[in-house]
């Protein structure tokens, strides 16, 4: 949010506050040039300037501001779900669901075209149209206004001065244009900033984590889930009911289960994003709710599926989780997560700005440097949600490479959807609809016969499939 939302804030100040101050000058100048010559031809031009600028507030104003609001909303929702729909299409595969599995992009989808259609055809259509039409035809009362002057004009005898203010306003016309279109401009970069300014204080504005009062200190990295149960709020179906289960210092959980099985949900509860409706989880011994939330930060680091960078130096950006480690330390970070070509690649090495001058890195690349920065934390317990799912082949060896860096001695709680990464998992846990409905190694599930084994098998005839078709294609 941040790193939008300061894009758009510096755009007014650094570009439109001067583009402002501009069209105002031009604005009142303007003014004064209208009735210099010939006031009467000046206030028809004027007339169509203040129809075209009366039209372009109405679709800003009151209820439409709203219904903008809205649809901006719907704008950044369907980018969100269709980000996610791409992102989820391996699952699909794998779990041979249908399209419409994916109900969020689909509604996002209706919502964003039923809003669309809405604010097109009751707010900007005619407004618009009339704002159009009087931008750009200053004519519309400047010509009937000289048609009706000229016979005084002709009796009275300067027909030459008339011509010229004619011709004058003719011309001068088109300025208004200009500046309406400047204003326009003006007045969006406005509305831009202001909402965001609105999404930064949303998050500035939103409550704090309660503290406890005799905060208790977790004892190692062992961590319970208690007969834990957690509703969205809003939500009429609980994400997870009764969910147990315990995870041993230094060993490693999967989660895995169909697409809203609720394995996101029961990660996010360790760290606190959310505090649980019933039950209890626990970090080395302690409700997480009773360990001081800093603390409990310390405890966990986080390899979530989109790993967000930010538009900063990479030295940076893998220090956000320990500012005080050393730049000895960072590379070592950066070493050990598998991103020595990356730095060997950029122009400044470690202190290659991200985002700007034209430094992008790939996805898998991003991941990488993530998984750096959760070495550099040193946590004991580590969350680790999807975080190879959408890497390509070359990057997926280094990053498996990095993993068993980070996970070394560390209680480990993974997300996976690819089975070929939890096989060798101490305990997979399969959530589906919230709740657990198997758990035990790798081996004791595929002889159980049950959901695992069915995902398993799915999964391997998968995998062949696309041997098979390899092959053919060669
Ligand atoms: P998984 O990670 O297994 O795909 P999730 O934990 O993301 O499953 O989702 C579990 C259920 O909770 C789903 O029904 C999902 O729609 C719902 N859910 C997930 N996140 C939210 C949220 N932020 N608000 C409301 N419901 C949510």
Redesign the pocket.
């Known amino acids: 949010r941040l790193d939008a939302a300061a894009a758009d804030t510096e755009t007014l100040l650094a570009h439109n506050l001067a583009d402002i101050v501009g069209t105002i000058t031009l604005f009142i100048a303007m003014l004064v040039m209208m009735f210099v010559f010939d006031w009467r031809m000046g206030a028809a031009c004027l007339l169509a300037a203040v129809i075209s600028i009366a039209a372009m507030f109405s679709m800003m104003g009151g209820k439409n501001a709203r219904i903008m609001a809205e649809y901006q909303a719907a704008q950044d929702r369907i980018t969100k779900a269709g980000t996610e729909y791409v992102r989820g299409i391996p699952v699909v595969k794998i779990f041979q669901q249908t399209v419409y599995s994916f109900k969020?992009f689909q509604q996002a989808i209706e919502d964003y075209s039923n809003k669309s259609e809405y604010y097109q055809a009751n707010v900007c259509r005619i407004p618009q149209s009339i704002n159009l039409t009087f931008t750009e035809g200053a004519f519309v009362f400047l010509v009937p206004a000289a048609l009706f002057l000229a016979p005084g004009v002709l009796a009275s005898g300067d027909f030459a001065g008339f011509v010229t203010n004619f011709a004058f306003y003719a011309v001068f016309s088109a300025i208004i244009s200009t500046a309406l279109a400047k204003i326009m401009f003006a007045a969006s970069g406005m509305m831009l900033a202001s909402t965001a300014l609105g999404r930064i204080n949303q998050v500035m504005c939103a409550p704090e984590l309660k503290k406890p009062e005799h905060p208790q200190k977790p004892r190692d990295g062992r961590v319970e889930f208690e007969d834990v149960s957690f509703t969205?709020?809003?939500?009429e179906?609980p994400?997870?009911s009764h969910v147990s289960f315990t995870v041993e210092p230094g060993r490693t959980v999967a989660?895995v289960?169909?697409?809203?099985?609720?394995?996101?949900?029961?990660a996010?509860l360790i760290p606190r994003f959310w505090d649980v409706t019933s039950g209890m989880v626990k970090v080395g011994g302690a409700d997480v709710r009773q360990i001081d939330p800093h603390v409990l930060m310390e405890q966990i680091a986080f390899v979530f599926q989109n790993s967000r960078l930010f538009k900063a130096s990479i030295l940076e950006n893998v220090r956000a989780s320990r500012p005080n480690a050393t730049r000895g330390e960072v590379r070592a970070a950066l070493m050990a997560a598998q991103c020595g070509d990356i730095l060997e690649k950029l122009p400044k090495g470690i202190d290659t700005q991200l985002g700007s001058e034209g430094t992008y890195l790939s996805g898998g690349e991003q991941q990488r440097i993530a998984l750096a920065r959760a070495i550099l934390k040193d946590a004991p317990i580590v969350v680790l949600d999807e975080a190879t799912a959408f890497a390509d082949p070359e990057n997926e060896a280094l990053i498996q490479k990095a993993f068993t860096t980070l996970t070394k001695g560390r209680t480990v709680i993974m997300?996976a959807h690819r089975l070929s990464t939890v096989v060798g998992a101490d305990k997979i846990l399969v959530?589906e609809g919230?709740r657990v409905v198997e758990q035990g190694s790798h081996r004791e599930l595929v002889e159980t016969g049950g959901l695992y084994a069915r995902m398993w098998a799915d999964y391997n005839q998968s995998v062949q499939w696309k041997i098979t078709s390899e092959e053919e294609a060669k």
Do not use: H, W
């Open positions: 969020a969205y709020n809003g939500a179906t994400a997870l989660l289960g169909p697409s809203g099985g609720g394995k996101t949900t029961a996010s997300i959530l919230g």
